[in-house]
């Protein structure tokens, strides 16, 4: 075995002797799983995947990830790719669901204000708050219409306003949807008069951000699809040269995996700096 090699199993023992020093405690641990869960459980509600469940999802990338595994070391016989290969698989339902996701969100972004005016005239008009909301089903922008038809039918046979509202903000997952139900909640509790200017606001405030976003995105776009391209082309390259397994055996060495192994941190590091730099705040869900 190679210095390195040893030096290698010398820092990976001393690094889990100070880890195990540091045992996180359950409630810890919970508070940092529940948010990534409900942020999974909000995009696949996004992404319009909402009979599939964050735990399926998860399930399907290590079951993916071990299948892509398995292959690429009988077919190269090198475990350092295979492993590279099997996490990018892994990775691929998470990021075919955010993709999704995103796309949703940038299409709802210049409907909502068209939803909210809606709303506001529905209003104006004297019509009561749950019929302004379940007006939208065939008033409303296409893609908001099965919600608010879902919440009509909902109300129609249980006729519990609040119950209705939490089912609405949790099939629609989207933050200006939570505003929009927080307040149609709290005009039906308290009342006022000032619910009408409230909506006409909120419909001037998503218009602005909507053409604001719309164009930073399209400056910075060029930068990020660039960016993408050279993080993908070496990985692109390697799974080129598995075409010849034979010119993958140097990789089947320590020193080949280390190479492999700063590669993928460097590439991962990259990115997310590259994300991190380039993304522009979005809005979370502080009314869930």
């Known amino acids: ?49 909402r009979s599939v469940t964050p735990a399926q999802v998860l399930t399907g990338c290590g079951v993916l990830g071990v299948i892509t595994f398995v292959t690429s070391w009988a077919t ?34 210049d409907l909502w204000p068209d939803a909210v005016d809606n709303i506001a005239s529905g209003v104006r008009a004297g019509l009561a708050l749950p019929e302004a909301l379940a007006q939208l089903a065939v008033r409303g922008p296409e893609p908001l219409r099965p919600a608010f038809a879902a919440f009509a039918d909902d109300y129609r046979v249980t006729g519990r306003f609040g119950d209705c509202l939490d089912r609405l ?11 929009l139900v927080e307040s149609m909640r709290l005009a039906r509790e308290v009342g006022g008069s000032d619910l009408g200017r409230l909506l ?7 218009r602005e951000d909507a053409r604001t976003r719309a164009e930073m995105e399209t400056r ?33 060495t320590p020193l ?29 869900r502080v009314l869930r």
Request: charged residues 15%.
């Open 1 to 49: 075995m190679s210095g390195l090699a040893v030096g290698l199993l010398l820092g990976l023992g001393l690094f889990c002797i100070w880890w195990s020093c540091w045992v996180p405690s359950e409630d810890a641990v919970e508070q940092v799983r529940a948010p990534r869960l409900a942020r999974l459980a909000d995009e696949l509600a996004q992404a319009d995947l």
């Open 76 to 109: 190269t016989d090198v475990v350092p790719v295979a492993v590279c290969f099997g996490a990018m698989a892994a990775y691929a339902p998470l990021a075919v669901v955010r993709a999704r996701a995103r796309r949703h969100r940038m299409l709802l972004r």
């Open 169 to 179: 903000k949790a099939q629609l997952a989207d933050p200006v949807g939570d505003r």
């Open 200 to 206: 006409r606001t909120l419909s001037t405030f998503l």
């Open 220 to 252: 910075q776009s060029w930068t990020v699809n660039a960016a993408r391209l050279a993080v993908a082309a070496p990985w692109v390259v390697l799974a080129t040269m598995a075409s010849r397994p034979a010119s993958l055996q140097p990789f089947g």
């Open 256 to 284: 080949g995996a280390v190479v492999l192994a700063s590669g993928a941190v460097i590439t991962v590091i990259a990115y997310q700096l590259m994300v991190r730099i380039g993304r522009l705040p979005e809005e979370r």
